[in-house]
């Protein structure tokens, strides 16, 4: 999180700066410089939702950061970019603001989910198969 939000930081003040090593092309580096800028918001989020799945995965329970990504991304960021971009007028600037508010999302429902617990009840079988309720006999 340290790293992701001191990242943030440079992103936000120096984002035109970054996009001009690309190009000199002014509406390029006007869209890139906002890209930047408003995808770094939500780089703290981000941190959590990088880490959250990972969490569940380690505790064998692969279904959840499965419905996880599967809703926030594809049933909540995808069709939100379309609407903030086209019915909301927010043109390229809609696409930015899904991708931090699905990611954003995925931290914070990534953090409920954990302190829910259900994935402690998550057991590997000698056999490697992994299940709720697994026996160890």
Known sequence: MVFLAC???IYIVFCESFVRLFTDEQRVVAVGAECLRVVSYGYIFFAWGMVMPQTFNGAGDTMTPTKINFVLFWLLEIPLAYSLALHAGMRESGVFWSIVIAESLAG???????RRGKWKQMQVSPTGKIGAGWSRS
């Open 108 to 114: 914070v429902v990534g953090i409920w989910l954990f």
């Open 7 to 9: 990242m943030s930081v």
